[in-house]
């Protein structure tokens, strides 16, 4: 692994941090990220602020530059998400397409879908959310009912989602459906393009613990899809999710410069209110610095494998299972050192960060669930890198 940056990467970085001053409407550096007192709002200035970087060309950066990309690898990517990151940039808001479904459609659609979709996921003029998940379907994904049936010149969709991130803003969504239900769970699946603003499609936003309504349930009552939404070929959709999936667990150089972030934060509350001196709290902050440590080094360790053009495979889910637990050790020595104001929420007077530790705590409670719970990254490890005998499968229902 060399992690000397190219005279290319390094110039990159530098024209990066140039437009970055230039072009944030925050402080860059050491302001705070913009702060919105609804979604609807972060949405509105997340599709202005994707637009203006895609404009420049730093959204997709490992694209082709045909469908708005630069033409450049996982190496410059990396770079690039970082300093996004390192100037308190708002995550994408269309990162679900970014970030799965638009690199689903370059490995495995047609020159059509490329064309039609890619560009606008790249400026956010379209924004996207996955339908995977159901009620009776989550880490097993392979035994979702959602059923597609064929009708005149496409397909007829039938079923419920859940934890559907964005639905409620997004314009399309990427759903997978049991097309044939005689074949074996995963050979009868089809991977469907869908309009989100189809009849029959119903969004129902799903209130969270931070109060927030970031995921939805998603009703489809025979939702027609036309046969160029389909991706991939038709009862091959679970070959095309496993695609999405490991998009999904990949390399994490924003969760890294968040957490780094954070921890800078944290050393100086405790500094302030004097905790730094307890011995309950200052060897769990350098136990925190050196797991950052090890998580860029799992970070380098995976973008080195992609750059190599091997996918992340497993080193994906041990950077997924690491970094998540990681964050909760860190959320929960930030409640400690906040002290009895610990359980304030916002608004409360006095409370360091007005509400900022409490929500972030909250809200980290499900970093190890999404995106395959860290029992499944768990088993994935056991099974893949490790070698051990794969656990016992469902038995067949009868
Ligand atoms: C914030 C957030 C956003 C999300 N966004 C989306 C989205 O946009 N689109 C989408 O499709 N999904 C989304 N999800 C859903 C997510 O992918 C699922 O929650 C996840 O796959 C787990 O499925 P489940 O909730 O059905 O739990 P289950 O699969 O029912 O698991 C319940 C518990 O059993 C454990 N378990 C299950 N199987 C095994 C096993 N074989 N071995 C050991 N333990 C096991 C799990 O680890 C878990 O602790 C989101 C989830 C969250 C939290």
């Known amino acids: 692994m060399d992690l000397t940056p190219s005279p290319p990467q390094a110039a990159l970085r530098a024209e990066c941090r140039v437009w970055l001053r230039a072009n ?26 994707q637009e203006k970087l895609s404009a420049g060309r730093w959204v997709g950066v490992a694209w082709p530059q045909e ?21 308190r940039a708002p995550e994408l808001v269309g990162r679900i397409g970014v970030n799965l479904l638009g690199p689903t459609i370059l490995a495995n659609g047609t020159e059509a ?6 560009p606008n996921i790249l400026n956010a003029s379209e924004i996207w959310c996955q339908l995977f998940s159901e009620p009776g379907a989550g880490s097993d994904l392979a035994s979702l009912t959602t059923k597609a049936t064929r009708t005149d010149g496409g397909w007829l969709l039938n079923g419920q ?6 639905a409620q803003f997004a314009d399309w969504g990427a759903c997978l459906a049991r097309s044939d239900t005689e074949a074996k769970p995963q050979a009868g699946i089809t991977y469907f ?7 029959g499609v119903d969004v129902r936003p799903l209130r969270q613990i931070t109060d927030e309504s970031e995921f939805n349930e998603v009703f489809l009552n025979d ?48 500094h302030r209110n004097g905790s730094y001196h307890d011995p309950q709290i200052g060897p769990r902050l350098a136990q925190a610095f050196t797991e950052l440590r090890i998580f860029q080094l799992h970070n380098w360790r995976a973008v ?29 020595l930030a409640m400690d050192i906040v002290g009895p104001e610990a359980p304030l929420w916002r608004g409360a007077s006095h409370n360091d960060g007005d509400g900022m530790w409490q929500r972030s705590w909250l809200y980290y409670q499900a970093s190890s669930i999404w995106a395959g719970t860290n029992e499944i990254q768990r088993n994935v490890i056991a099974e893949r890198t490790l070698g051990l005998p794969k656990e016992p499968s469902k038995p067949a229902a009868k």
């Not at 879908?113 to 890619?118: D, E, G, N």
């Not at 190599?308 to 050790?329: A, F, N, T, Y």
């Open 67 to 87: 469908y708005g990309g630069r033409g450049a690898g996982p190496i410059e990517h990396y770079i690039v998400t970082e300093e996004l990151a390192t100037a």
């Open 24 to 49: 944030a409407s925050w402080e860059y550096g050491i302001g705070l990220p913009p702060r919105f007192d609804t979604l609807e709002a972060e949405v509105e200035f997340g599709k202005a602020w």
């Open 193 to 199: 393009i869908i309009d989100m603003r189809s009849p």
């Open 304 to 332: 080195s494998r992609t750059s190599r053009g091997s996918d992340p495979g497993p080193v994906g889910s041990i950077s997924k299972l690491w970094w998540s637990e990681m964050s909760k050790r860190m959320h929960d």
């Open 223 to 270: 939702v027609f899809v036309p046969d160029d939404r389909v991706v991939g070929e038709v009862h091959q959709g679970w070959r095309v999710a496993n695609s999405t999936l490991t998009h999904e667990r990949g390399v994490n150089p924003r969760q890294l410069v968040i957490h780094s972030q954070l921890l800078d934060a944290l050393m100086q509350m405790a």
């Open 113 to 118: 879908q490329r064309a039609r979709f890619l």
């Open 161 to 166: 989602k859940v934890w559907t991130s964005y």
